[in-house]
């Protein structure tokens, strides 16, 4: 005999009968009653698939980790409170008509931080002019720094070139 489960079945046939004919009528109840019973070699396939997969998944949450700590590394967290000011980051898909030339200003600003959605995204005190929605993800956002407003803007109609502090002789 060739086949494994029909040698165990034969093995298991001492205990049925010695007549021929009663032995064939119980050899599928046999061989049920054989596969369904749960074998100590069974069980230490099964436990060893359960730890191997648990290791697998503690070395992929390890890993990934890893990845987010070096991805991150160098980044700050930029949040921003209600009430802060802010600098805009006009890109061309969302400000079309603000950014219709390399040479006008990449950004504007600074707006208002009416609400805090989440510390992914703002909602901004926008004039009308925009007409845009005015929620915004934190990469198009900067804080606003009263000290950095001395740069000069070439499209402000009265120009900020002078400084109050310096005195001429």
């Given at each position: 005999m060739c086949n494994g489960s029909l040698d165990v079945v034969h093995l298991d046939s001492h205990h049925i009968s010695k007549d021929i004919k009663t032995w064939e009528d119980c050899l599928p109840h046999v061989e049920f009653a054989y596969n369904c019973?749960?074998?100590?070699?069974?069980?230490?396939?099964?436990?060893?698939v359960r730890q191997f997969y648990e290791k697998a998944?503690?070395?992929?949450?390890?890993?990934?980790e890893q990845y987010a700590k070096q991805a991150n590394r160098g980044r700050s967290k930029l949040v921003f409170e209600p009430g802060d000011?802010?600098?805009?980051?006009?890109r061309k898909e969302r400000f079309?008509?603000?950014?219709?030339?390399?040479?006008?200003?990449?950004?504007?600003g600074p707006f208002h931080v009416?609400?805090?959605?989440?510390?992914?995204?703002?909602?901004?005190d926008l004039p009308g002019e925009y007409n845009v929605n005015a929620t915004f993800n934190v990469t198009d956002l900067s804080p606003f720094d009263a000290v950095d407003d001395l740069w000069t803007n070439p499209f402000q109609e009265?120009?900020?070139d002078v400084?109050?502090?310096?005195v001429t002789g």
């Open positions: 019973t749960v074998h100590s070699d069974g069980k230490k396939k099964a436990d060893f998944r503690l070395n992929i949450e390890r890993r990934t000011w802010v600098w805009l980051h006009m079309p008509a603000q950014r219709h030339s390399k040479l006008l200003p990449r950004g504007d009416l609400e805090c959605i989440n510390d992914n995204a703002y909602k901004l009265e120009g900020n400084n109050p502090g310096f």
